[in-house]
Nanobody, 116 residues
Framework: QVQLVESGGGLVQAGGSLRLSCVVSGSIFSINSRGWYRQAPGKQRELVAALTTGGRTNYADSVKGRFAISRDNAKNTMYLQMNSLKPEDTAVYYC??????????WGQGTQVTVSS
């Protein structure tokens, strides 16, 4: 059974930093992409950052230059480094794995709150 467990969220002042972690357990036949999404109250879930198996990264325009996605294969962990946080970054953040064979896998989410 595949599990994704996020951690690292919390309350931070504007301009601060947080690093989210997502530990993956279980086996997946083939992972096509990894990513972080977020969902603010009353809004749809949106892609924040993605990392393809080819090593390409994609970021939402709103976080470019401030957030960075990475992975540590030895630890089966994916990270989202978030710098220069803004109140509009407040949301529940979810890690995601996508497999063409199995579909989407999601973590339970971690709350990030940025105070002004």
């Amino acid at each position: 059974q595949v599990q994704l467990v996020e951690s690292g969220g919390g309350l931070v002042q504007a301009g601060g930093s947080l690093r989210l972690s997502c530990v993956v357990s279980g086996s997946i036949f083939s992972i096509n992409s990894r990513g972080w999404y977020r969902q603010a109250p009353g809004k749809q879930r949106e892609l924040v950052a993605a990392l393809t198996t080819g090593g390409r990264t994609n970021y939402a325009d709103s976080v470019k230059g401030r957030f960075a996605i990475s992975r540590d294969n030895a630890k089966n962990t994916m990270y989202l480094q978030m710098n220069s946080l803004k109140p509009e970054d407040t949301a529940v953040y979810y890690c995601n794995l996508y497999s063409q064979h199995d579909g989407d896998y999601w973590g339970q989410g971690t709350q990030v709150t940025v105070s002004s």
